[in-house]
């Protein structure tokens, strides 16, 4: 098994799948799997950018049907 170190309490995480400490209930700071997964934990600019492209791109869709 893989150990994980949480940054804020410093305790040992044996799970791969968790994304919040089981002691003090912070961050552990990784992106889940996957595309969702990496914009749903990227930064801000990227969550608006393809909040953007999709409307722009609906849009389009729209206006040629």
């Known amino acids: 098994m893989e150990e994980y170190i949480c940054p804020s309490c410093k ?10 400490c089981h002691f003090c209930g ?5 992106a889940g799997q ?5 914009v749903r934990y990227s930064n801000r600019r990227v969550l608006w950018f393809y909040l953007i492209f999709f409307i722009v791109l ?3 869709f729209y206006l040629v049907l």
């Open 11 to 20: 305790q040992p995480i044996y799970e791969t799948d968790v994304v919040l």
């Open 26 to 30: 912070g961050s552990l700071q990784r």
């Open 34 to 38: 996957g595309f969702l997964g990496r």
């Open 58 to 60: 609906a849009v389009t």
